[in-house]
């Protein structure tokens, strides 16, 4: 499976910006595809997850300003992102196969794609 990300820059607090994320190869194989992004100096962090069949899920420091969306006829999974705060700032990653619960690995990542959020 590959996974390519796009949708990344540099916006102010407040602004909105949507990630995309294409999914190619075994695709039927991964149950999910998701996004987690990292922070300058911080761990990982998990953002969200989309099931093919259209559940979701969010970590609770997006949810409410972040959404994730899936176009299966695309293999390609969106993260809306609004109402942009300094601290959503950091290169966010485009995952696949994610594991349940609120702390999931994933078995196949994409390049990362920089968010920077200016106050």
């Known amino acids: 499976v590959q996974l390519q990300a796009s949708g990344g820059g540099m916006v102010q607090a407040g602004d909105s910006l949507r990630l995309s994320c294409a999914a190619s190869?075994?695709?039927?194989?991964?149950?999910?595809l998701g996004w987690f992004r990292q922070a300058p100096g911080k761990e990982e962090e998990f953002v969200a997850r989309i099931y093919w069949r259209g559940d979701t899920y969010l970590a609770d420091s997006v949810r409410g300003r972040f959404t994730i969306s899936l176009d299966s006829a695309k293999n390609t999974v969106y993260l809306q992102m609004n109402y942009l705060m300094p601290e959503d700032s950091g290169v966010y990653f485009c995952?696949?196969?994610?594991?349940?619960?609120?702390?999931?690995?994933?078995?196949?990542w994409g390049q990362g794609t920089l968010v920077t959020v200016s106050s």
């Open positions: 995952a696949a196969a994610l594991t349940p619960g609120v702390r999931p690995r994933a078995s196949y």
């Open positions: 190869g075994d695709t039927l194989s991964i149950g999910n």
